[in-house]
């Protein structure tokens, strides 16, 4: 059992910048996935970033330039840099976790979410 729990989130003006905090605990152990997530009301949710064991990333084409997906070297601390915000990252963001085979599925272990807000 993983439990994550996301901070960072707020309200910014278009080209801003946000930080957002997922702190994984529990049982972590191995070559896990951790990613970021986000949805709007009545949309599904997205992939935005995720980051592997071995270092490499990946992104959402939306995001791409913008935002930086990274975690501390005990891999227990996932960071999402969100630079020049747009009013279409409004959103609720997510991280996950889980092992390989569980994460090409779907995650089972998700935070609450933590609420970025875009507007002038």
């Known amino acids: 059992q993983l439990q994550l729990v996301e901070s960072g989130g707020g309200a910014v003006q278009p080209g801003g910048s946000l930080r957002l905090s997922c702190v994984v605990s529990g049982n972590l152990y191995g070559t896990y996935v951790m990613g970021w997530f986000r949805q709007v009301p009545g949309k599904e949710r997205e992939a935005v970033a995720t980051i592997y064991t071995t270092g490499t990333t990946n992104y959402a084409d939306f995001v791409k330039g913008r935002f930086t997906i990274s975690q501390n070297n005990a891999r227990n601390i996932l960071y999402l840099q969100m630079n020049n915000l747009q009013s279409e990252d409004t959103a609720m963001y997510y991280c996950?976790?889980?092992?390989?085979?569980?994460?090409?599925?779907?995650?089972?272990?998700w935070g609450r979410g933590t609420q970025v807000s875009v507007s002038s």
């Open positions: 996950a976790a889980d092992w390989p085979d569980w994460w090409r599925e779907s995650p089972r272990y």
